[in-house]
Nanobody
Framework: VQLQASGGGLVQTGASLRVSCAAS????????MGWFRQAPGKEREFVAG????????IYADPLKGRFTLTRDISKNTMYLQMNSLKPEDTAVYYC????????????????????WGQGTLVTVSS
């Protein structure tokens, strides 16, 4: 299984950016995928998660309203649309997946996921 994250880059404050995560090697029907991010000197933190079947999403509270997570089942790809970006959103964004369902209370735990992508860097300049 491979998760390939892409779409990161350098943007200015207030801009939008969409990062993608393409899964190969298997489908995650019945499973869960998510995004985490890690800023320099900080711990990895949960951004958003999605149930592959059904498309139910959950977001970290501070990011609600600015970030939107979607998936394209036919492409085995999920997308994170990030709007009104701020310098504090600067981080390496990692996608993660588990082939089975993760209960909501555990969606934000990195240890709940079995597969990880390599990360894509998002830099927001002030």
């Amino acid at each position: 299984v491979q998760l390939q994250a892409s779409g990161g880059g350098l943007v200015q404050t207030g801009a939008s950016l969409r990062v993608s995560c393409a899964a190969s090697g298997r489908t995650f029907s019945g499973g869960t995928m998510g995004w985490f991010r890690q800023a320099p000197g900080k711990e990895r933190e949960f951004v958003a998660g999605i149930r592959w079947t059904g498309g139910d999403t959950i977001y970290a509270d501070p990011l609600k309203g600015r970030f939107t997570l979607t998936r394209d089942i036919s492409k085995n790809t999920m997308y994170l649309q990030m709007n009104s970006l701020k310098p504090e959103d600067t981080a390496v964004y990692y996608c993660a997946a588990k082939s089975s369902r993760i209960i909501y209370s555990q969606l934000g735990e990195p240890s709940s996921y079995d597969y990880w992508g390599q990360g894509t860097l998002v830099t927001v300049s002030s």
